[in-house]
């Protein structure tokens, strides 16, 4: 039993362990969506730290995924999802990816932003916004299955 959810509960333990060490040691919310904004769309203002941690920061969630998919494999026998098994219509996988950005944008941030970090910090409007992030999922979940 415990293996059916170790693997999300190492996982989910990591990402708190990053967001908490990127707080600490950088002063900075690890919401994907804005660091990814930052990164892409920068104002060209500049802060004392520079836009290199958002490139590094990236490139870190990138390489992760590659580096444990064998030790993770080895260890709680999960494999790496094959996106050729995949039977949801490239159209609808672009539109859904434009509603989330637009969502994002929207709320000012992603479940990341808003639901490991905003909540953790028991803001308001990061618990709003990852109810309605939740909310929409199950539905549009709901919808599609």
């Known amino acids: 039993m415990f293996s059916s959810f ?8 990591l990402v ?10 950088n002063g900075r919310i690890a919401g994907i969506s804005g660091i990814l904004s930052g990164a892409l769309w920068s104002s060209g203002e500049s802060d004392s730290k520079g836009l290199a941690w958002q490139w590094y920061f990236l490139a ?10 064998g030790p993770l494999e080895a260890l709680f026998g999960v494999k790496p999802m094959d996106m050729s098994t995949l039977e949801i219509p490239t159209p609808l996988l672009l539109i859904s990816g434009v509603l989330v950005g637009l969502g ?5 941030g992603c479940t990341s932003g808003h639901g490991i970090c905003g909540i953790g910090r028991l803001s308001p409007r990061s618990i709003v916004a990852t109810l ?5 999922g199950v539905l549009a979940a709901i919808v599609f299955h």
Do not use: D, E, K, N
């Open 6 to 13: 170790a693997p999300a509960l190492f996982g989910g333990l």
């Open 104 to 108: 994002c944008s929207l709320g000012s």
């Open 132 to 136: 309605v992030f939740m909310f929409v």
């Open 60 to 69: 870190g969630l990138l390489l992760s995924g590659l580096l444990m998919g």
């Open 16 to 25: 708190g362990l990053g967001a908490i060490l990127l707080l600490l040691l």
